[in-house]
């Protein structure tokens, strides 16, 4: 695997169920476990899938107009069974307002295209989640 290819961040503990994400360019984040206002791991990946999605719309869609208004609610079931913890019923709702006139219809036009591509081909996060990536673990 070559250097450009791989991704990384690192976890730090920084009081109990509290923890400071750091990635490779120095941007950090906050999480924990729920208690606060921090946000969970659960909500993280929610998270990420939302952001990975709006990237790939947003990209697609801008071409043709700025948008007046973009959002992207992620949402699922938390599910506690046999199986073990997992989350179910994932879902991605766009919610977006492009301006009136010739530009903006053309950005609706190309809207469900661009869903579909995200989902489908290039939205790294809810792709790794379909195709269900083996996650290894060890300890140094």
């Known amino acids: ?3 450009d290819t791989r991704r990384s961040v690192s976890i730090e503990r920084v009081a109990s169920n509290h923890y400071i994400a750091t990635n490779a ?3 950090k984040l906050l999480l924990g476990d ?3 206002s921090e946000f969970t791991p659960v909500e993280l990946l929610l998270a990420a899938m939302a952001g990975c999605s709006a990237i790939d719309v947003d990209t697609l869609t801008t071409r043709r107009s ?3 208004s973009f959002e992207v609610e992620a949402s699922g079931d938390k599910m506690r069974d046999d199986s073990g913890n997992r989350m179910e019923n994932l879902e991605l709702v766009f919610r977006v307002a492009f301006p009136e006139g010739e530009a903006g219809d053309e950005a609706r036009k190309v809207l469900p295209d661009a869903i579909a591509k995200s989902h489908n081909r290039l939205c790294t996060v809810s792709r790794t989640v379909e195709l269900k990536s083996p996650v290894k673990t060890r300890s140094e």
């Open 1 to 3: 695997m070559t250097e």
């Open 34 to 36: 729920g208690s606060d």
């Open 25 to 27: 360019r120095g941007g």
């Open 66 to 68: 700025e948008p007046d």
